[in-house]
């Protein structure tokens, strides 16, 4: 692969390797929850891994690369996101009938679940990603996003009222596309 | 966790796909390495780790009186204008906003190319700052890192118009830049449309109701906002559900089919159809007649502007046809059951629909745009031009591989001689407006 000219590799860390190979489609399946596409979301996941290379020898938990990793995603998610405009403006563009069973009721269903990840405010997005994709404990999510448990129980509420009653959702909770 | 929380986790799971590809440690060294080579600090700080965490001391807040409220409305609008452009790594030089809002909320960015003076460049040099993709058809280059949504993109009036989430963009063809940028509503997909000195924006769509925005083309100052009444349910696919011409604009608008007059920026006429949704809508080049596609499916001809029905024909699918362009030959559209290959129906019927191209593939879709002198059907394997008057295929490029990751070219639009097209790839940093030359097949 090129480099600039003069410019050498950095040395690769133990374990790096196979850490970005095993866990990096959990990770831009996060980044894409998170961002809503799959260039930001690899732009998302790279960002956060050429953050955590460096460090990649000292890291405070060893045995929990990934928790490092989230860390640094979320927190470069949350601003990137400060740093856009955010218009949330409200639309009722969002999917009202759905043939289920079929790969085209699936694409509808993943814009619903877009479109509603897109009216949460960032952080609850965050908790959202973190806790219920990521699997990642109260505590877990508290420390990435660097806030309470008190504040992620209460982000995490707050998301799920607002999914609830987000359009072309409701179904969708209950089990509605078949993957 | 509660019922409703193991719901939703099943949900994130299940309705999450698997990615296009992987991030390899290759993509991280070769990122790191050439953000030490330009001497960057990395964008993103890493949190720091407990052992070396130390305390910063804390800076004291300026006292932001009255006296600075002007400074801080610019600071502000810097800060959206930057938003949009943070992505344009190592294209600064031609997406530089340091402009100022305008009354209509436009941010406009007053440098275009530092490297290039685009004020005096003629129609159709880019800037030298554009970066050529390897792999791409026709010497094809990015030129800016605005996302516009394929079929989005338009030429009129000397510029470039398409939207990206949350904006209608005004690009300079001349280099690439974004010169305005408007905030519309962030799930409407539709093209814009151009009628007369005006380009005109679906900016909300909604159940509830529609609203069209008007703005100079040339300035992006609003000039008209019309709230257009929606009867039922708007079409799911959103896609070409605004057309215009002759002082007119017509909307999908649910089961009705609304006009506009962008003279008196009221709605002129509006008619319920019984097989609606009205999921998309065309004019002929000429302005005599609009297109209509409806349900699953009908393609309805009316006369303009008596609006009598001229032609009316059915395909029975599981979808919905969208993305309508009319040409002198016929109509062109997609299915949303097919979305790889682009149908023509000669002369506005489909009982003669035919498959043009295909175009498309894993990762992409197709949508068609007529441009220049002929359509354009772009996707993630091929680049088509075809026939306005039949439907011929003029010539197929390749599209191939970027260091193994698919790339995407589509929704073309032709302004100054060069071809201008949505482009995307599943690799980092890899996505915005990208120009081409046109073939003389196609030109």
Redesign the interface.
């Known amino acids: 692969?090129?480099?600039?000219?003069?410019?050498?590799?950095?040395a690769?860390p133990d374990g790096?390797?196979d850490f970005?190979?095993a866990r990096?489609?959990a990770?831009?399946?996060s980044g894409?929850?998170l961002t809503?596409?799959?260039?930001?979301?690899?732009?998302l996941?790279?960002?956060?891994?050429?953050?955590?290379?460096p460090?990649w020898s000292?890291?405070?938990r060893p045995d929990a690369p990934e928790l490092?990793v989230r860390?640094?995603m979320v927190?470069?998610f949350l601003?990137?996101r400060q740093?856009?405009?955010n218009?949330e403006?409200?639309?009722?563009?969002?999917?009202?009938?759905q043939?289920y069973g079929?790969v085209?009721a699936?694409v509808?269903?993943?814009q619903a679940?877009l479109?509603a990840l897109?009216r949460l405010p960032a952080r609850q997005r965050a908790v959202?990603?973190l806790r219920?994709?990521a699997?990642q404990t109260e505590a877990q999510t508290a420390a990435a996003m660097?806030c309470s448990v008190g504040a992620v129980k209460s982000h995490?509420a707050k998301a799920?009222a607002r999914?609830?009653d987000a359009p072309g959702l409701a179904e969708?909770?209950?089990?509605g596309?078949a993957? | 966790m509660n019922t409703e929380e193991r719901q939703l986790t099943d949900l994130l799971h299940r309705m999450t796909p698997e990615p296009p590809r992987r991030v390899t440690v290759e993509d991280i060294a070769f990122r790191l390495a050439n953000e030490a080579g330009q001497g960057r600090q990395a964008q993103s700080r890493a949190p720091r780790l407990r052992e070396s965490r130390r305390r910063e001391p804390r800076r004291r807040r300026p006292n932001w009186g009255p006296a600075w409220a002007p400074a801080l409305a610019a600071a502000a609008v810097l800060v959206v204008a930057g938003g949009s452009a943070a992505l344009a790594v190592g294209l600064s030089s031609n997406s530089h906003h340091t402009g100022a809002t305008s009354p209509g909320g436009t941010v406009t960015s007053s440098s275009a190319a530092p490297t290039t003076s685009s004020a005096s460049s003629a129609p159709g040099v880019v800037s030298a700052s554009a970066v050529p993709l390897k792999d791409a058809p026709y010497g094809a280059e990015l030129v800016n890192r605005h996302k516009i949504t394929p079929g989005t993109l338009i030429s009129g009036d000397g510029y470039l118009f398409g939207t990206e989430p949350g904006f209608l963009d005004q690009i300079d063809p001349a280099n690439g830049s974004v010169v305005h940028q408007v905030p519309i509503n962030t799930q409407v997909t539709s093209a814009p449309v151009i009628v007369d000195d005006q380009v005109w924006a679906v900016t909300t769509y909604t159940s509830a109701g529609a609203v069209l925005t008007g703005y100079n083309a040339t300035t992006m100052q609003q000039v008209a906002s019309v709230t257009v009444p929606v009867n039922g349910r708007t079409s799911f696919a959103a896609a070409g559900v605004l057309a215009g011409a002759d002082h007119n604009l017509y909307l999908a608008a649910g089961d009705d089919i609304a006009v506009v007059s962008t003279v008196t920026d009221k709605v002129t006429r509006q008619w319920h159809e019984l097989q609606g949704p009205v999921n998309s809508l065309a004019t002929s080049p000429d302005g005599t007649k609009l297109y209509a596609s409806l349900g699953n499916v009908t393609l309805l001809t009316y006369s303009v502007p008596g609006f009598a029905t001229l032609d009316t024909s059915t395909i029975s699918v599981n979808g919905v046809a969208a993305n309508l362009v009319a040409t002198s030959g016929g109509v062109w559209g997609t299915l949303s059951e097919n979305d790889t290959t682009v149908w023509f129906a000669p002369g506005g019927n489909l009982a003669n629909l035919v498959h043009v191209g295909n175009a498309s593939g894993a990762n992409g879709y197709a949508v068609p745009s007529y441009s220049g002198s002929a359509v354009w059907i772009g996707g993630a394997q091929a680049l088509v031009c075809a026939s306005p008057a039949n439907g011929k295929v003029l010539a197929t490029a390749s599209i191939g591989q970027a260091s193994g990751a698919a790339q995407y070219l589509g929704g073309v639009a032709v302004a100054g001689g060069r071809a201008y097209a949505s482009y995307s790839s599943s690799s980092a940093q890899q996505a915005g407006t990208a120009v081409m030359t046109v073939p003389s097949a196609c030109g």
Not at chain 1, 36 to 43: F, K, L, V
Not at chain 1, 45 to 53: D, G, N
Not at chain 1, 172 to 175: P, Y
């Open positions: 692969m090129d480099t600039l000219p003069g410019v050498t590799r950095p690769e790096f390797r970005v190979e990096s489609p990770l831009l399946r894409w929850l809503g596409d799959w260039p930001s979301a690899e732009d996941v790279q960002t956060a891994l050429a953050a955590a290379w460090r000292s890291l405070e490092y860390k640094i927190n470069t601003r990137w740093r856009r405009w218009g403006i409200a639309t009722g563009r969002l999917p009202e009938t043939a079929d085209f699936q509808d269903a993943r679940l479109a897109d959202v990603v219920y994709f699997d660097g995490g799920l999914l609830r969708l909770l209950t089990g596309v993957s």
